[in-house]
């Protein structure tokens, strides 16, 4: 078996959903899968296309972005190295709800809807597996939902923030979010991202320079946002 | 049994099962009668059920741990629940809260998923159910992510009454439930249905809304979903 094949295999073999097809069900679907790489802006699927993927990335990060109609952008859900995302279209022929964009580098296997379903809409157990993937993505709008309807700007903005911190220790973080992309994942407006900023910055909470940030009071920024 | 007999065969799963199947379903059912205002599970519980509700209407409610509320969406007659609990044994996301008197039939998971897995049709079924489910949650994320009170309001009166210009719609829903149901307090919805009728786009009395200007609610609704 071709080399190129038998890895896409092994990839595959590591989803619940395909985990449950058989060995040659496996192998065709190896077959069909296409792989794409990507820059840092740019966009995989736009909204609102009929959209009939199923993708796997291979490394990356790729955010589905929804657009408001005054322009403004908010980020609903992440993916990342060994996530998968299921569109839409593949169970009730509706458009892509969001825009797919590229916020790292990232290479991303295809599977086409012809390809899949035929497999996947055969097998009870694999079936079941999606289901369970489906409630844990609505378990994570459950949590949005939480996050956007009872925390304040300052309290999103403080654990987006930390989480930034807490995979750097002590150090000081680069400034690559720009101010769009974290509102887009705050959901809220990049000039108020910026004077909540200068607000932790006034009050002692971090130090901003045009480069970085740097965590002066980590005690305050976690009773902001909550964990403490 | 007639009541669940009348809607649920014809509904995605159901409709893919056999008459046997429903036979075997109408017998396991467990029937349950519930008054406004009492709760059918709690956010944190585990249930591993589905639910069908035969009449009335239940809310799928979040609670903030200050008590501050919000009504993602309403199941109605005919509409059916499946707890996400069925699938990962974890505690539920939401309280389901009673919103009308509600007569309702539930099935555990134990009784329910071997039946439906006797036919693929209907397991891909129940995935379909769950991105509809999915939709609904997302729409309210959009919701507060992008539209002030006043869109929110505008998008709930247009979904909730479906008006057609110039007919009166009786006012069923309070102030209260429909600040539950767009994160925000009565005095504010209350303040931005006056800023309507003032701008002629409705007609409020006690008791009914009349739609005078639909196109300009949806303007301010900012209709843009796909």
Redesign the interface.
């Known amino acids: 078996m071709d080399v190129k094949i038998a890895n896409v295999m092994k990839i595959l073999a590591r989803f619940p959903v395909f985990g449950k097809l058989s060995h040659q069900e496996q192998a065709q679907l190896a077959q069909s899968a296409v792989r794409k790489s990507y820059q840092k802006g740019e966009y995989v699927a736009h909204r609102g296309d009929d959209w009939p993927y199923v993708i796997i990335i291979d490394y990356g990060e790729i955010h589905a972005v929804k657009l408001s109609p005054a322009g403004r952008s908010f980020g609903t859900m992440k993916l990342q190295a060994g996530e998968e995302f299921w569109s839409p279209s593949l169970f009730n022929d509706i458009p892509l709800p969001a825009t797919l964009e590229v916020w790292q580098p990232s290479a991303i296997y295809f599977l086409h809807r012809d390809r899949v379903l035929p497999f996947v809409k055969n097998n009870a157990a694999a079936l079941w597996e999606l289901s369970l993937g489906l409630a844990r993505r609505l378990h994570q709008k459950s949590e949005l939902i939480e996050e956007i309807a009872f925390s304040s700007v300052a309290e999103r903005l403080a654990r987006l923030l930390l989480d930034q911190f807490d995979s750097r220790g002590d150090s000081p973080v680069g400034r690559d979010l720009s101010l769009d992309e974290m509102g887009a994942i705050i959901g809220t407006t990049p000039v108020m991202v910026c004077k909540q900023i200068y607000r932790f910055a006034e009050i002692g909470l971090i130090n901003v320079s045009r480069t970085e940030f740097r965590l002066t009071d980590q005690p305050g920024l976690e009773e902001i946002a909550g964990s403490r | 049994m007639d009541a669940l007999n009348n809607c649920f065969t014809h509904k995605l799963v159901f409709s893919k099962l056999s008459p046997a199947d429903h036979a075997q379903l109408t017998r396991l059912a467990i029937r349950k009668t519930y008054r406004k205002g009492q709760f059918i599970f709690l956010h944190g519980d585990v249930w591993p059920y589905v639910l069908y509700i035969a009449s009335g209407r239940v809310g799928w409610v979040?609670l903030?741990p200050?008590g501050?509320r919000?009504v993602?969406f309403c199941p109605k007659a005919c509409d059916v629940i499946w707890g996400?609990s069925?699938?990962?044994d974890?505690p539920m996301?939401?309280t389901l809260e009673v919103m009308e008197d509600s007569d309702v039939f539930l099935w555990h998971g134990e009784h329910i998923?071997p039946i439906v897995?006797r036919h693929?049709?209907a397991?891909?079924d129940?995935?379909?159910e769950?991105?509809?489910?999915?939709?609904q949650?997302?729409e309210?994320?959009?919701g507060?992510?992008?539209h002030p009170v006043a869109g929110r309001l505008a998008r709930l009166l247009l979904k909730h009454y479906q008006p057609e210009e110039g007919q009166p719609a009786p006012r069923d829903l309070t102030l209260d439930e429909m600040a539950d149901s767009i994160?925000t307090t009565r005095e504010l919805v209350s303040k931005t249905l006056h800023r309507f009728a003032a701008e002629g786009m409705i007609e409020i009395s006690r008791v009914q809304f009349i739609f005078t200007n639909r196109g300009d609610l949806e303007q301010v609704a900012?209709h843009?979903?796909?």
């Open positions: 979040m903030s200050e501050k919000q993602v996400h069925l699938f990962d974890e996301p939401a998923m897995s693929v049709d397991v891909w129940v995935s379909r769950l991105v509809n489910t999915m939709r949650i997302r309210v994320v959009y507060f992510a992008f994160g900012g843009d979903e796909g």
